[in-house]
């Protein structure tokens, strides 16, 4: 263990000194203001996507818990995300900490777990935006990198943001990206935005700034395509056989829970 913790020590060393020679100056220096290339460059990329009918995309994900101890554990899960605007979308995930489909279909909201065959079934807005804010503020629900999903994406993200800028140019699974960094009062928060005619995020990380050791989140978005051909009943669920249904577990509320 002690060669693990000389090796942790030496790498810290290294990567300090890689970013000192890498980054220009005007990265390294916290900046005070928010820079209008960054400011651009995320505005178009969430204009971009809320201008798409239709997507899908996989992602993978990667959250951390901080023990009491201050150690962190890293748990990762994956999803495959089906959009339909003005409101339809579907999202399967599995990893070490989930196990869920969920299904919008501008008419209802379903959370399915497979492996146990259980659901829950709720009445849900005319739609998406509505059905978002409703699974947060209500069902205490968020599915995966939904903030990118709205059609004011950039007003979301930027709330509360005091700082920006462009850190540089970047390559995100083969992709070359610009490399953007902000700052809000509790998070700090990165995102990766594909070069050219199509400005999509590729990676987005989220470092919570007012926890022990600011755990981060992570995620990288795969497989983009705009002019995804859906199967009839794609966002509607059909009850499995031999089903269990259970009720929401409301915040606050006395109210039936999945085992």
Not at 58 to 75: A, H, M, R
Request: some cysteine; charged content about 20%; hydrophobic content about 45%.
């Amino acid at each position: 263990m002690k060669h693990v913790a000389r090796i942790g020590k030496l790498g810290a060393v290294a990567v300090a000194l890689l970013l000192a020679a890498a980054l220009p100056r005007a990265a390294l220096a916290q900046p005070e203001s928010i820079a209008p290339a960054a400011r651009q460059l995320l505005k178009a990329s969430t204009d971009f996507l809320a201008g798409q009918r239709a997507f899908s995309v996989d992602t993978q994900s990667s959250i951390e818990v901080v023990l009491d101890s201050g150690q962190k554990l890293q748990f990762d899960h994956t999803a495959k995300v089906a959009v339909e605007r003005p409101d339809k979308l579907r999202a399967e995930r599995t990893g070490d900490l989930v196990d869920q489909v969920f299904y919008y279909d501008g008419k209802s909201l379903t959370l399915h777990n497979p492996a146990r065959n259980y659901y829950s079934t709720v009445a849900a807005p005319g739609t998406l935006e509505e059905t978002l804010d409703f699974a947060r503020e209500q069902l205490d629900i968020v599915a995966p990198a939904s903030d990118l999903f709205y059609k004011n994406a950039y007003d979301i993200l930027m709330q509360d943001v005091t700082s920006g800028f462009v850190v540089g140019v970047a390559v995100i699974d083969g992709v070359r990206c610009n490399h953007l960094a902000f700052r809000a009062p509790h998070v700090d928060w990165q995102v990766w935005i594909e070069e050219g005619a199509r400005p999509l995020v590729r990676k987005l990380v989220i470092t919570t700034r007012d926890k022990l050791n600011a755990p981060q989140f992570t995620v990288i978005a795969k497989k983009w395509d705009l002019d995804p051909r859906f199967a009839a009943g794609a966002f509607s669920f059909v009850p499995p056989q031999c089903p269990r249904k259970v009720e929401f577990a409301v915040p606050g509320a006395s109210a039936g829970k999945a085992p």
